[in-house]
């Protein structure tokens, strides 16, 4: 007999089961990793040692020569195999994206796929033949081809029963079958919504570009224009981001012209903001939170704003007289009441806001 063999580190691991259980074959079996490797002369005595040291998972095949050599059990070999390889993947070194296997966090089709795939990674790996059986016992039929294609992420399973078979050909009891036909359903709900969406700006661009099946630069720019914004860059297609400049307060952001057809472009930000906080020191000019003198306050209360209108960045404060007297005040550029809302919105905006006045009027003249 050779020197004595090292310990196996962690013997209470799935690594260490099986490295113990190689390391006692042999030693019952009376055998040293010289004369193993004299016997099968496909591994060196080295490679039998390692794969017995249980400081790493050694190869299939080298752990079913190592059984075969110390005429051990190579099924139960095997069975510890598949077991310590499941145990070495989820500890996540090769597994980045272990919470995807969790079936009520799959959203899409591509992580069905990774998670269905982990099933077998989980199994440990077994053969689509034994996969195949392991459906079988359960009462359904599935060629290997398709268990390979779903384990290998090139499929997704196409009904119900195919994804039964594969569940049941990776031990997924049926308990917890029902989550993972719920994750299925809803990723291929998902990719039907996608290709419905896909469909609809395919629909719609043909719709606007008329004869010519494809929206040009030309008819972009129009949209855009008409949308109150304009091109920063040139147009790269009906459904790129496409960088541009708000017309009402010049804030560059990324906007697709697929968007604006299908009336999806959200609203700008910044004017919006703006536009909130001018209506809500009006308000506060109306209900006196914000005082004035009672000439200014009376008029304020008797004027209706009819909102803010923004152009390259000026606001324009509209409103509507009831009397001359209203009117004068409200164009009046050095009046209280607009000092006072200009200091007021500054305070919640930051900036000195550049506003103008525009007065509509119709009260009777006389
Ligand atoms: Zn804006």
Redesign the pocket.
């Known amino acids: 007999m050779g020197r004595k063999d090292q310990q196996v580190p962690d013997r209470s691991s799935a690594v260490g089961r099986l490295a113990q259980a190689l390391k006692d074959g042999k030693r019952q079996a009376r055998r040293t990793y010289a004369d193993m490797a004299k016997t099968s002369s496909r591994y060196c005595a080295a490679t039998y040692s390692r794969a017995a040291s249980g400081t790493m998972l050694p190869r299939r095949e080298v752990a079913r020569a190592y059984a075969l050599a110390c005429g051990l059990d190579v099924e139960v070999i095997d069975g510890l195999w598949l077991a310590a390889r499941a145990a070495s993947r989820r500890v996540g070194i090769e597994r980045p994206r272990h919470s995807a296997t969790r079936p009520r966090l799959i959203y899409d089709i591509d992580d069905l796929c990774v998670g269905l795939g982990e099933l077998r990674e989980r199994e440990g790996a077994p053969t689509y033949a034994q996969m195949r059986q392991r459906a079988a016992e359960a009462g359904y039929e599935v060629s290997t081809s398709t268990l390979q294609r779903i384990a290998t992420r090139n499929q997704v399973p196409t009904t119900e029963h195919v994804l039964d078979a594969y569940l049941a050909a990776c031990s997924v009891s049926p308990l917890r079958r029902h989550e993972w036909h719920t994750a299925w359903a809803r990723a291929r709900q998902r990719a039907e919504d996608a290709d419905h969406a896909r469909r609809d700006v395919a629909r719609a661009e043909a719709q606007v570009a008329g004869g010519a099946g494809v929206v040009t630069a030309e008819k972009a720019v129009e949209i855009l224009t008409h949308a109150r914004l304009l091109p920063v860059e040139g147009y790269r297609g009906f459904r790129a981001p496409w960088s541009v400049k708000?017309?009402?307060?010049?804030?560059v952001?990324r906007v697709r012209i697929a968007d604006i057809v299908l009336g999806r472009l959200r609203?700008?930000?910044?004017?919006?903001s703006?536009e909130r906080a001018v209506a809500r020191t009006w308000q506060a000019l109306v209900e006196g939170i914000v005082p004035l003198s009672q000439q200014q306050a009376d008029v304020v209360r008797r004027s209706g704003y009819r909102g803010l209108q923004?152009v390259m960045g000026i606001g324009t404060l509209l409103f509507e007289a009831s009397d001359p007297d209203a009117q004068e005040v409200l164009e009046d550029p050095s009046a209280e009441w607009r000092i006072a809302l200009e200091k007021d919105i500054t305070r919640t905006l930051g900036t000195v806001p550049k506003l103008d006045v525009l007065v509509t009027s119709d009260y009777p003249l006389n």
């Open positions: 708000c017309g009402g307060c010049s804030l952001r609203p700008c930000r910044q004017c919006q703006k923004q």
